[in-house]
């Protein structure tokens, strides 16, 4: 089975604190995507990576940056924590050449609080 | 405007009431529609991925379909174990890109 696991599944941060989440899976996936969930607005994407050292911008990126350095490992960064980035992060995975290429596997969630 | 619509909002039903879940898509050029289970406080988890229209496609008590502009997800004799939000995406065609939209989904709720 396709494991993805994120780093935290709460944080509590300070207006002003850089934040790292960070996201690893387990299956060789090419493919890595981090969105943010909030109620009534559904899943949104912030960045995504199609393999290592690339990333792209996804529809609200602002505030944030990535990294992807090693292919089992995507980091999601806010360079300066605002209480708007309060949020649910996920983090997903795809394999673009195997049998279930559509298919997304996400991680539990990291339920990020910014006082 | 959202290109993907989830209907309704919230539904809640008894124990072994049919139901179905809508999920509507302005975009042309479908790739793939894909639908997803997200119980609170986890990530989503896939379910179905359906690619043309009268396609169909089943799990238990759970039945995915396709027309041109929309999808259905049926949920025959629901138990209170199938209480979740679901989650309904789209790939369009054009690009080459993999980036799917989410719709905003349907939280379900059966009451035993």
């Known amino acids: 089975d396709v494991k993805v696991t994120q780093s935290s599944r709460y944080l509590v941060k300070r207006t002003g604190e850089k934040v790292f989440l960070e996201c690893v899976q387990d299956m060789d996936h090419e493919n890595m995507f981090w969105y943010r969930q909030d109620p009534g607005l559904g899943l949104r994407l912030i960045y995504f990576?199609?393999?290592?050292?690339?990333?792209e911008k996804g529809d609200i990126p602002e505030g944030y940056s990535v990294s992807r350095e090693k292919k089992e490992r995507f980091s999601l960064i806010l360079e300066s924590a605002s209480t708007n980035q309060t949020s649910m992060y996920l983090c997903?995975?795809?394999?673009?050449?195997?049998?279930?290429?559509?298919?997304?596997?996400f991680g539990p969630g990291t339920r990020l609080t910014v006082l | 405007e959202d290109q993907v619509t989830q209907s309704p909002e919230a539904l809640r039903l008894q124990e072994g009431e049919s139901s179905s879940l809508n999920c509507s898509y302005t975009v042309s050029g479908l790739r793939g529609l894909f639908w997803y289970r997200q119980d609170p406080g986890k990530g989503p988890e896939f379910l179905f991925t359906?690619?043309?229209a009268g396609e169909e496609k089943e799990k238990e008590r759970l039945k995915a379909t396709l027309t041109k502009k929309e999808s259905f997800l049926h949920i025959t004799a629901p138990k209170p174990e199938d209480s979740a939000t679901y989650l309904c995406a789209v790939r369009l065609a054009s690009g080459g890109s993999y980036i799917p939209t989410f719709g905003r989904g349907t939280s379900l709720i059966v009451h035993p």
């Open positions: 990576s199609y393999d290592v050292k690339m990333k």
């Open positions: 997903a995975s795809r394999n673009p050449s195997g049998r279930s290429t559509d298919t997304q596997y």
């Open positions: 359906l690619y043309s």
